[in-house]
């Protein structure tokens, strides 16, 4: 628990960059529009196919539907409150830290892929973040405009890399819509993730309680940054569930191919 304080305290200390983090977070939202809007005009026009083999569609669609109250009666408004009372500032921060302890997955799946230039990117950026920028509370970096940034790729798209196969599509309880690969990676990449329960000094958990509320506490942040997407996802779509399905192939598309 010490170590959740710990980040919290860092989170205070990186207040002091207010106006310039204000300014960078104003970008990160707008990114976050426009790379919505660029992926659904890419299928809008599309209709879902009926043929597509999709074994679990009676068991999605229930998922998709109960996934969808929780986010409304539940996850929204603890989002919204947690939006409204902590500063964009701090959330940054957070945001930024979170991030910087992805390093180990990104750079990996980065090396698997031989993307090496990428690698060390991602090797430059933990440096100067963990060092310079507090822990990771500041992307040092971006501040700076240093022609380096953070390159996500997770063992999914590796795998997908190496030829394999998205298989049927899954829609996992809080997380939504996924696919057999997927799925397998995410407890391949959870391995490399400082948030897993962990008896070493690498993992920031020592219980299943301390990684739930870590895991939880980055989603709530993360989301509060983008708290008007799904409200759009939910107003555009006639059927939710094909809609989310298409739109999640979509984005896998696109980041296996960058």
């Given at each position: 628990?010490?170590?959740?304080?710990?980040?919290?305290?860092?989170?205070?200390?990186?207040?002091?960059?207010?106006?310039?983090?204000?300014?960078?977070?104003?970008?990160?939202?707008?990114?976050?529009?426009?790379?919505?809007?660029?992926?659904?005009?890419?299928?809008?026009?599309?209709?879902?196919?009926?043929?597509?083999?999709?074994?679990?569609?009676?068991?999605?669609?229930?998922?998709?539907?109960?996934?969808?109250?929780?986010?409304?009666y539940?996850?929204?408004?603890?989002?919204?409150?947690?939006?409204?009372?902590?500063h964009?500032?701090?959330?940054?921060?957070?945001?930024?830290?979170?991030?910087?302890?992805?390093?180990?997955?990104?750079?990996?799946?980065?090396?698997?892929?031989?993307?090496?230039?990428?690698?060390?990117?991602?090797?430059?950026?933990?440096?100067?973040?963990t060092?310079?920028?507090i822990?990771?509370?500041?992307?040092?970096?971006?501040?700076?405009?240093?022609?380096?940034?953070?390159?996500?790729?997770?063992?999914?798209?590796?795998?997908?890399?190496?030829?394999?196969?998205?298989?049927?599509?899954i829609?996992?309880?809080?997380?939504?819509?996924?696919?057999?690969r997927?799925?397998?990676?995410?407890?391949?990449?959870?391995?490399?993730?400082?948030?897993?329960?962990?008896?070493?000094?690498?993992?920031?958990?020592?219980?299943?309680?301390?990684?739930?509320?870590?895991?939880?506490?980055?989603?709530?942040?993360?989301?509060?940054?983008?708290?008007?997407?799904?409200?759009?996802?939910?107003?555009?779509?006639?059927?939710?569930?094909?809609?989310?399905?298409?739109?999640h192939?979509?984005?896998?598309?696109?980041?296996?191919?960058?």
């Open positions: 628990m010490k170590k959740v304080v710990l980040i919290l305290m860092l989170s205070l200390l990186y207040s002091c960059n207010a106006k310039q983090i204000e300014q960078d977070n104003n970008l990160s939202t707008d990114e976050t529009y426009m790379a919505f809007d660029d992926i659904s005009s890419e299928f809008e026009n599309k209709g879902y196919k009926k043929d597509e083999f999709d074994p679990l569609s009676g068991y999605n669609r229930a998922m998709t539907s109960f996934n969808d109250s929780f986010y409304i539940i996850s929204k408004p603890v989002i919204l409150t947690y939006q409204d009372v902590v964009p500032t701090i959330r940054t921060g957070v945001s930024n830290f979170f991030t910087n302890l992805g390093f180990p997955i990104r750079f990996i799946n980065n090396l698997l892929q031989f993307k090496f230039q990428n690698s060390w990117e991602e090797l430059q950026m933990f440096l100067l973040n060092t310079f920028g822990a990771g509370l500041i992307d040092v970096a971006k501040e700076n405009n240093f022609d380096i940034k953070h390159h996500d790729e997770d063992f999914g798209q590796t795998l997908a890399t190496w030829g394999v196969g998205e298989g049927f599509h829609v996992l309880p809080i997380f939504g819509p996924s696919n057999l997927d799925t397998f990676a995410f407890f391949v990449d959870d391995y490399a993730n400082p948030l897993k329960k962990g008896d070493s000094s690498f993992y920031l958990s020592d219980s299943t309680e301390e990684s739930i509320g870590l895991r939880t506490f980055k989603v709530v942040n993360d989301s509060s940054f983008k708290a008007e997407v799904y409200d759009k996802i939910r107003k555009d779509a006639i059927d939710l569930y094909p809609y989310l399905k298409d739109l192939k979509k984005q896998r598309e696109k980041q296996i191919k960058e």
